[in-house]
């Protein structure tokens, strides 16, 4: 297959993909807006972990919010767990990687905050220990994983938002994810603004 084969295929799937997950994601994304956006406007924030690629969306995610998205409007309480190489360091050398992002819930966490837990495979040791950490203090969890959910799927509760992308391919799960954090940036943009009529 040539290149420019690869690469149509590479964006055909995409789209395909996220026209796919729509049905199954929308009405669930309103409500995570809406919580994150309750949480903020409470004086809460919104915390973010996940690994390797979805730690690069967690603070991606902080980012947009603690700074700005499309729009100016005032700096929103929000910390992506994977940044702080002294904090993920020196638990995972005293304690274990799996407490890495679950001792800084612990620490920063209160309830009425969010957890946005990421996970693509929605296995990942340490971000299960998280939503075991914020359901321990009250934090309410907002989950983006793919294939099925994994054992996050089983681990949440009724107060959980769980943003499940209908397909297997890594990839488009994390293209989804990607998707999903623009519009729950854009989202809560829209509510502080007033721009939701």
């Known amino acids: 297959m040539s290149l420019q084969l690869r690469i ?16 199954a994601l929308s009405v669930l994304i309103e409500a995570a807006i809406r919580l994150m956006h309750d949480a903020l406007a409470r004086g809460g924030k919104v915390l973010a972990c996940g690994n390797g690629g979805s730690a690069a969306d ?17 700096p929103l309480a929000a910390i992506a767990l994977t940044t702080d190489s ?25 309830a009425g905050d969010v957890l946005l837990a990421i996970s693509t495979s929605g296995n990942s040791p340490n971000v299960v220990a998280a939503i075991d950490a914020a359901h321990a203090l009250g934090v309410r969890v907002v ?11 089983g681990q949440l509760v009724s107060d959980d938002i769980h943003l499940c992308v209908p397909t297997d391919r890594t990839a ?4 989804i994810h990607l998707l999903t954090i623009h519009c729950l940036c854009d989202g809560i943009d829209a509510l502080i603004l007033g721009e939701t009529q």
């Open 172 to 175: 488009r799960i994390q293209e």
């Open 8 to 23: 149509q295929q590479h964006f055909n799937e995409s789209i395909t993909s996220k026209q796919a997950a729509l049905p």
């Open 58 to 74: 967690a603070q991606h995610f902080a980012a947009e919010l603690l700074n700005r998205f499309e729009k100016e409007r005032p």
């Open 143 to 153: 989950a983006l994983t793919g294939r099925g959910g994994g054992t996050i799927a």
């Open 86 to 110: 002294s904090t993920l360091t020196s638990i995972a050398n005293d304690y274990a990687f799996d407490q890495v992002f679950a001792k800084q819930v612990q620490g920063l966490g209160r």
